[in-house]
């Protein structure tokens, strides 16, 4: 019985002993191969292409949509731009006009006060020649021995300083007696034989006509030879 025992754990460490020899020959499985479970080498190569593929169509895409939104920007610049010089164009255009109607309008201005101006010195103007032929009448009937007379002669320096102030005031009196008749500056009255004038020629002033710059403030009524 004892022997039986000891052949029998013999036999039990024998079989413990090839277990794991028996386990790592298992048939149909190469050495150092994976079994049907690994993944395939090729197939790991391929999702990686497919990953970097993935990514350069990425990058183009976005350099694209980068490439598409700067010319975009662009454009939208030019554009701003191009409305920014037309208001100031627009702009500048109104303001010349607006220079060109001030500077008219102040031509204008100027001329309607001259004219202004030029109405009401001719107005007083008109008003003074009356008191000038008074002078002249008065002075020219004095007789030649009272022509000494200190009065006579305080009238004729008041006569000759009226006179002055009135040329300096650009009022001068229109040449008659010896020119050819012109309705613009002579009123005839009436008509005369002359020996000495030729026809159509002033023979005779009645009143002395006078200008206030270059126009007629009184005209001369005068005598024209047949």
């Given at each position: 019985?004892?022997?039986?025992?000891?052949?029998?754990?013999?036999?039990?460490?024998?079989?413990?002993?090839?277990?794991?020899?028996?386990?790592?020959?298992?048939?149909?499985?190469?050495?150092?191969?994976?079994?049907?479970?690994?993944?395939?080498?090729?197939?790991?190569?391929?999702?990686?292409?497919?990953?970097?593929?993935?990514?350069?169509?990425?990058?183009?895409?976005?350099?694209?949509?980068?490439?598409?939104?700067?010319?975009?920007?662009?454009?939208?610049?030019?554009?701003?731009?191009?409305?920014?010089?037309e208001k100031i164009a627009e702009l500048t255009d109104r303001v010349q006009r607006q220079m060109a109607e001030f500077?008219?309008?102040?031509?204008?201005t100027e001329k309607e006060k001259t004219q202004m101006f030029e109405v009401g010195a001719k107005s007083v103007i008109?008003?003074?020649?009356?008191?000038?032929?008074?002078?002249?009448?008065?002075?020219?009937?004095?007789?030649?021995?009272?022509?000494?007379?200190?009065?006579?002669?305080?009238?004729?320096?008041?006569?000759?300083?009226?006179?002055?102030?009135?040329?300096?005031?650009?009022?001068?009196?229109?040449?008659?007696?010896?020119?050819?008749?012109?309705?613009?500056?002579?009123?005839?009255?009436?008509?005369?034989?002359?020996?000495?004038?030729?026809?159509?020629?002033?023979?005779?002033?009645?009143?002395?006509?006078?200008?206030?710059?270059?126009?007629?403030?009184?005209?001369?009524?005068?005598?024209?030879?047949?």
């Open positions: 019985m004892a022997e039986q025992k000891e052949m029998e754990t013999m036999e039990s460490q024998e079989t413990e002993n090839m277990e794991p020899e028996e386990a790592m020959d298992t048939p149909g499985t190469p050495d150092g191969e994976c079994e049907d479970a690994c993944p395939p080498e090729n197939e790991e190569t391929e999702e990686a292409s497919g990953d970097v593929s993935e990514e350069e169509s990425e990058e183009e895409q976005t350099s694209k949509e980068t490439q598409g939104e700067e010319k975009k920007g662009f454009f939208k610049k030019k554009e701003k731009k191009n409305k920014q010089e500077d008219n309008f102040r031509k204008r008109e008003k003074i020649l009356p008191v000038v032929d008074n002078f002249e009448r008065g002075l020219s009937a004095v007789p030649e021995e009272a022509k000494e007379d200190p009065f006579v002669q305080g009238m004729d320096k008041i006569y000759k300083q009226l006179m002055t102030e009135l040329e300096n005031l650009e009022v001068k009196p229109i040449e008659a007696v010896g020119s050819e008749f012109n309705p613009e500056f002579h009123n005839a009255v009436m008509q005369v034989e002359s020996e000495e004038y030729e026809s159509g020629i002033v023979a005779q002033e009645l009143q002395k006509g006078y200008m206030y710059r270059e126009s007629v403030v009184r005209h001369s009524m005068v005598a024209v030879v047949q």
